[in-house]
């Protein structure tokens, strides 16, 4: 495939997609560094996005894209929120590859989301006087990401239905004497997948749960706790997966670069 020098040469344009206003930002191939930021004295921005919906979570100086020939690095300025690659948090004041269509969060909560791509109307000329080669690596991707879809929700359909098995198979009837401690550890497991909720009281909750459960049962009751607890995680973490894809803002890939690192 033909690489962004050849691109230029043809008015093949780059953009910085807003995800959230479906608004694009061009991208000034003008310049070595392009900050991303709001205004301020110290370091000015090249891309302001100081009237964009949620602009509150972005730094004044935030991030930065540098350009070294045909390749591109991002780096992440020591903002306060940080900086997210696919969903992947950037350690500060390091730079990290740019790939065409790679996300780009200014925050953890996926309220400032760019796009790192060709600029539509452009991308549509040049594919309509190109031939079929040249495109081909594109189509490839969006297959890539079907098949990686599909995997997601088969993974997660498998994890709810060992969860529920799990579940039945370890059912005991003296379960019912503890079911004040069980439920109070249950609610504690979900409220730690909530994001605006304080974590700390998740752990709260659990731990009351397993003191009641220690104070009126006995030793087989925590195997049967785990069991439960074990269940509960498997289905939730099944559910996250098949109906967003993601699990705490991680996907599959994130998942696996984590794993790798």
Request: net charge positive; charged share 15%; with cysteine.
């Given at each position: ?6 691109f230029?040469t043809?008015?093949l344009?780059?953009e910085l997609?807003?995800?959230?206003t479906?608004t694009?930002?061009d991208?000034?191939?003008?310049l070595?560094?392009?900050?991303i930021g709001?205004p ?5 921005p090249d ?6 919906p ?7 100086i935030h991030t ?10 991002i780096?992440d ?9 696919n969903?992947?948090?950037l350690e500060?004041?390091t ?5 065409f269509?790679?996300?780009i ?8 989301t760019?796009i ?17 080669t040249?495109i ?5 991707k ?10 997601t929700?088969?993974?997660g ?6 969860g529920?098995?799990?579940?039945t198979a370890n ?13 109070l550890?249950c609610?504690g497991v ?24 220690l ?13 439960l607890l074990t269940s509960?995680?498997?289905f ?14 991680y996907d ?10």
């Open positions: 495939m033909q690489n962004i020098n050849t230029n043809i008015g344009s780059l997609f807003h995800v959230q479906n694009s930002f991208f000034p191939l003008n070595a560094v392009i900050r709001k301020n004295d110290q370091s000015p891309i302001d996005i100081s009237h964009l949620d602009n509150e979570v972005v730094s004044r930065q894209i540098r350009v070294e020939g045909s390749n591109y690095f780096e300025l020591g903002s306060s929120n940080g900086t997210f690659l969903n992947v948090k500060p004041r730079s990290y590859q740019l790939n269509g790679d996300k969060d200014l925050d953890q909560g996926n309220k400032v760019f790192f791509q060709y600029q539509q109307q452009s991308l549509q000329n040049f594919i309509s006087t190109s031939n079929s040249s081909q690596p594109q189509i490839a969006n297959k890539e990401q079907i098949a990686l879809d599909r995997t929700k088969i993974i359909l498998a994890l709810m239905i060992v529920a098995v799990t579940l059912i005991r009837v003296g379960i019912f004497f503890r079911i004040p401690g069980i439920l550890c609610t979900f409220m730690l997948f909530q994001r605006r909720v304080n974590p700390n009281l998740g752990w709260v909750l659990i731990g009351l749960g397993i003191a009641v459960i104070f009126t049962g006995n030793v087989f009751a925590s195997v049967n706790l785990l069991v509960f995680v498997l939730l973490v099944g559910y996250l997966l098949f109906a967003t894809g993601k699990i705490l803002d599959l890939r994130s998942l696996k670069r984590l794993i790798k690192k």
